[in-house]
């Protein structure tokens, strides 16, 4: 059974930036058949798309955020990542990885990562 | 962007009757709808979201037959024929049909 589980610091400070990774187990992340991504939900909002990238080619993102993200890989750690620059208040929220299938629906999901933009 | 607006935002449902949940997706830019490119997930407090339903009507592998996705032009429901205490959660609804993709608001599901 596949598990992914999301990882990093709670609290970033505004400006600097969010780095979370996601750990996978029950499967390889180095796959044509899927691609990762990652989903953030705020306090009292819905969920958000932040993006998805496949291990060895195209990725697609939210062009609300597509400036400020970067999901990479580390294949030795069957892990990958989210990176978000010049976080603000805003970003505060619950963050998932998610393995989405070639239809574009999200299979598995992590429990989340609850990360705070604060001084 | 496809919004997708979900109704009602909570429900009450007595053990073994039936709930029902609603998803409106708006059209995308081009005026085209999403046909059935929709997904159901349900959260139970604490845990991952986990996929339901896909192709609006399609059960994930696993996932009792009480629960079943309908589809109607840009109307989508989401159906527990009946009700049992596990299925206590908060369901919400995505498109995939053009990104960036979209979910509504979710729908809390809870025992009379």
């Known amino acids: 059974q596949l598990q992914l589980q999301e990882s990093g610091p709670g609290l970033v400070k505004p400006s600097e930036t969010l780095s979370l990774t996601c750990g996978v187990s029950?499967?390889?992340?180095?796959?044509?058949?899927?691609?990762w991504g990652w989903i953030r939900q705020a306090p009292g909002r819905g969920l958000e798309w932040i993006g998805s990238?496949?291990?060895?080619?195209?990725?697609h993102y939210n062009p609300s955020l597509k400036s400020r993200v970067t999901i990479s890989f580390d294949a030795a750690k069957n892990q990958f990542s989210l990176r978000l620059i010049s976080v603000t208040a805003a970003d505060t929220a619950l963050y998932y990885c998610?393995?989405?299938?070639?239809?574009?629906?999200?299979?598995?999901w992590g429990p989340g990562a609850l990360v705070t933009v604060s001084s | 962007d496809i919004v997708m607006t979900q109704s009602p935002d909570s429900l009450a449902v007595s053990l073994g009757e039936r709930a029902t949940i609603n998803c409106k997706s708006s059209?995308?830019?081009?005026?085209?709808?999403?046909?059935?490119?929709l997904a159901w997930y349900q959260q139970k407090p604490g845990q991952a979201p986990k996929l339901l339903i896909y192709?609006?009507?399609t059960r994930q592998s696993g996932v009792p037959d009480r629960f079943s996705g309908s589809v109607s032009g840009t109307d989508f429901t989401l159906t527990i024929s009946s009700l049992q205490a596990e299925d206590v959660a908060v369901y919400f609804c995505?498109?995939?049909?053009?990104?960036?993709?979209?979910f509504g608001q979710g729908t809390k599901v809870e025992i009379k």
């Open positions: 192709w609006a009507s």
């Open positions: 995505q498109q995939y049909n053009s990104t960036p993709w979209t």
């Open positions: 990238q496949y291990h060895r080619g195209r990725g």
């Open positions: 029950g499967d390889s992340i180095d796959t044509s058949k899927y691609c």
């Open positions: 998610a393995r989405e299938t070639t239809s574009d629906y999200f299979d598995f």
């Open positions: 059209r995308s830019a081009s005026g085209s709808n999403i046909g059935n490119s």
